[in-house]
């Protein structure tokens, strides 16, 4: 066994490709395409790579890839949490030996760039994909969620790794019409408060784009391990989802024009990909754009409520109006996720609107 650097160019396709082999007869899996990820880890494409760096590895035995990972510290999160923190991602291994390997190698330049822990899977960020499966592998994953293989935990575990936090995932199916204690909750909001709620404006994309950047970074400053977003990572982000975007489906929560809080729910384009297995050409883009319009399952993607707003019933009220649009819409599912397992406000309104929770993920930490 033995571990490599990945090079520009061909090492870095065959980086991207080899998840295609070991989930090659697992159903579930929903294969990226990549194209996309090429751009996650390229640095000039990927506005991350303003504020971090990263390695990229490969483990090959007898001559043959066997497993990957990548290593990678951010200066953003360092300066806020005042940590020297280094995060491994995109993990996958065939073999304990070659999952050991691989941790071994990330350790080992997380070390060279001074960081005290290394933590993950975090492909890169909490931002991005993040967590490893622990809990719910009879469902395939929803949009931008992880899914691996329930023997990597053992694997991570036994190379030293403990929990950090867990991360939950909920499923609810939206009823006849929401619990009646989201219906005072807004009823109170607007009455007492004076807060109104209106939908995204597709034709004023820049400017909502503007009150979702302002929201996202202060609603999700407290949170356990978030780094807030530059302007160019919302609006590479913004531009990567937007044409799967449902109008209806995001929520701006405003008192006297002030934007205080918004929800959204995506459509689950993993309905459609799981069909493509990351090939667009000849057919596979055809089959996304007839797809897309048809999807009646989602992920509520982010709730969040300014400080100074909490506690109001507000994020009841946008749950209840998502609920609403769900039924409207006829959408027979959505999940919610991911939350914080000890984000017990949060949780506990998803349970009274009826959510169940159905996953769970995990970070693991190492102290180095």
Not at 93 to 102: C, D, V, Y
Not at 167 to 187: K, N
Request: proline share 7%; with cysteine; glycine share 8%.
């Amino acid at each position: 066994m033995e571990v490599v650097r990945v090079e520009p160019g061909r090492d870095l396709a065959r980086f991207i490709r080899l998840p295609f082999r070991i989930y090659e007869r697992d159903p579930r899996w929903v294969a990226p395409l990549p194209s996309d990820e090429r751009t996650r880890l390229t640095p000039g494409k990927n506005p991350y790579f303003d504020h971090a760096e990263a390695a990229y590895f490969l483990a090959r035995e007898n001559g043959r890839d066997a497993g990957r990972i990548s290593a990678s510290v951010d200066r953003n999160y360092d300066s806020i949490h005042g940590e020297r923190q280094a995060t491994f991602g995109f993990f996958e291994a065939e073999s304990e030996a070659a999952a050991r390997a691989l941790l071994a190698a990330a350790e080992s330049w997380s070390r060279e760039k001074g960081a005290e822990v290394l933590r993950g899977p975090m492909s890169f960020t909490t931002n991005d994909d993040v967590g490893l499966l622990i809990d719910g592998f009879d469902e395939p994953p929803v949009l931008l969620m992880p899914y691996n293989p329930p023997v990597y935990r053992e694997w991570i575990e036994r190379a030293g790794f403990e929990k950090a936090k867990d991360l939950y995932a909920w499923t609810i199916v939206p009823p006849v019409a929401p619990p009646e204690q989201f219906a005072r909750m807004g009823e109170i909001c607007r009455k007492r408060y004076g807060v109104t709620v209106r939908p995204l404006e597709m034709r004023r994309f820049g400017e909502e784009l503007e009150r979702v950047k302002e929201v996202y970074n202060e609603a999700w400053e407290q949170n356990w391990g978030f780094v807030p977003m530059t302007d160019r990572e919302v609006e590479h982000m913004a531009a990567q989802l937007k044409p799967a975007v449902v109008p209806q489906f995001v929520l701006f929560a405003e008192i006297e024009g002030k934007t205080i809080a918004f929800g959204m729910v995506l459509p689950d384009v993993n309905l459609v990909l799981r069909g493509v297995r990351g090939r667009l050409l000849p057919f596979g883009i055809l089959r996304l754009l007839w797809g897309l319009p048809r999807i009646r399952e989602g992920r509520l993607m982010a709730l969040g409520v300014m400080k100074a707003y909490r506690r109001r019933g507000i994020e009841s009220l946008l749950v209840g109006e998502l609920m609403r649009v769900g039924r409207r819409l006829g959408w027979s599912r959505v999940e919610l996720g991911w939350t914080l397992e000890d984000n017990h406000l949060i949780n506990r309104t998803i349970e009274q609107s009826g959510g169940v929770r159905y996953k769970t993920y995990r970070i693991f930490e190492r102290r180095l």
